[in-house]
């Protein structure tokens, strides 16, 4: 069945980076767009990037843009999120899913916990 499974989160402080990857499996991953979404204490769910099949098309949304990067590696079927000057408002929950029929997501992962504090 598929499986989309999140990992790297973690705690950092204000400032820093992590890394997150979404290891997937159960489905032929190549020739599928990929998001990442997050959700905020108390918040709804948030659209933060995608990317193509090939990887070289991406999209952000203004709240990352500039300093998350998407990305994919095909051969291992998984995808990633590099984050970098993390702010305390990016603490939250944070999911892969996989998209069909051009913007419908069809899996999502279980999430991995980010929390920005000193």
């Known amino acids: 069945q598929v499986q989309l499974v999140e990992s790297g989160g973690g705690l950092v402080r204000p400032g820093g980076s992590l890394r997150l990857s979404c290891a997937a499996s159960?489905?032929?991953?190549?020739?599928?767009?990929m998001y990442w979404v997050r959700q905020a204490p108390g918040k709804g769910l948030e659209w933060l990037s995608g990317i193509n099949t090939g990887g070289g098309t991406t999209a952000y949304a203004d709240s990352v843009k500039g300093r998350f990067t998407i990305s994919r590696d095909n051969a291992k079927n998984t995808l990633y999120l590099q984050m970098n000057s993390l702010k305390s408002e990016d603490t939250a929950v944070y999911y892969c899913a996989k998209v069909v029929g051009g913007d419908y997501v069809d899996y999502w992962g279980q999430g991995t916990q980010v929390t920005v504090s000193s």
């Open positions: 159960g489905f032929t991953f190549s020739p599928y767009w």
